[in-house]
DNA sequence: CATATAATGTAATATCATAACAATTCAAGA
DNA sequence: TCTTGAATTGTTATGATATTACATTATATG
């Protein structure tokens, strides 16, 4: 069962916390990463994934585009795909299929039985881990043959913020 | 010859079974359902529908647009759109988000708190229903104050049939 | 330095999906 | 039957997302 004490970490970040400091934390810890894996993280990629973290929210790929300036140009989509990759490839970035975006991913590594609360409002993004209803998802398909490779859920609504802001 | 009847509704269909008569059965119910509706399964909606439940798999956009022959024409993406547009509309197809694709429903109507097995070897789509899972991935969602909407689970692996096929 | 591998630059193009608007069909009432 | 409004279809163009191909540059290593 889930307990309370380990909602904290996959809640909804508050509109009012230290931005900042999260997204360091979050790149100190993909440097950390990166250099266990002999990986680069260069400074496209370093971008790309600022970006993200800053965020909070889930972003198009050309939404990534637009908000990099090099000197008053933009990269090419290529190359914002090709950070992509890379980040996914480590499990900083994570892909929401269901919206065509892109999202930084708190728990880096751990991608294991991930899930996405997407706010269709304000776009945030709330990863959740719970390996118990993932595990139970695996387990039934693997009952049934199947041999699992990809799980993908996603959930969209409405976050505890935006009701507020809405009807509260 | 085909396993348990049990399983047959969520199980992956068997290569050999009856497409023609899983079809058939299929497109009276989507008949019916329209008729109890007030909506219409023009021959083009029909196609299309006809197209996807012949398949048992998930086909893009723009493989269903080849796979129709209107006297040597093809018809244009928005045709095939609009069609899957209108099904969705009643449950009679579904898109798979994880691989930009279309599936059609076995259960039409009760699209409630179901997931998807994607084979990513044959493409081959496994609708299982379990509101159990569903049920709790929601209840957790609206415990952190999230108002869900749309529940997105998709799984891509190996099929039971692929399995056997590759390794014995 | 020489060399191989990784990363980047650049242009073109593939793939997926929708917008806009005209023409036609259909159902239902006058 | 005629008319009228709503739904459906036809057609063209365009928007949005993502990849291919190939040349060039940077980086690590012997």
Redesign the interface.
């Known amino acids: 069962m889930?307990g309370d004490a380990s909602?904290s970490s996959s809640?909804?970040p508050d509109p009012g916390h230290d931005h900042d400091a999260c997204r360091d934390q979050a790149i100190d810890r993909a440097e950390r990463l990166c250099a266990g894996q002999g990986a680069r993280l260069t400074p496209q990629r370093r971008e790309v994934l600022e970006l993200l973290l800053a965020a909070h929210q889930a972003l198009g790929a050309y939404e990534i585009m637009e908000g990099i300036d090099w000197g008053g140009r933009k990269p090419a989509p290529v190359v914002v795909y090709r950070a992509l990759d890379f980040l996914m490839e480590l499990g900083l970035v994570h892909r929401l299929?269901?919206v065509n975006a892109y999202v930084a991913c708190g728990h880096a590594g751990e991608a294991h039985g991930a899930?996405f609360?997407i706010?269709?409002d304000c776009r945030t993004v709330?990863e959740?881990t719970?390996p118990g209803?993932a595990d139970?998802?695996?387990g039934?398909?693997e009952r049934?043959?199947?041999?699992?490779?990809?799980?993908?859920?996603?959930?969209?609504?409405?976050?505890?913020h935006c009701?507020g802001a809405a009807d509260g």
């Open positions: 889930a909602l809640e909804f299929a269901s899930r609360l706010c269709t709330a959740v719970s209803i139970a998802l695996v039934e398909a049934r043959g199947f041999a699992v490779g990809q799980l993908t859920i996603e959930i969209s609504g409405v976050c505890p009701r």
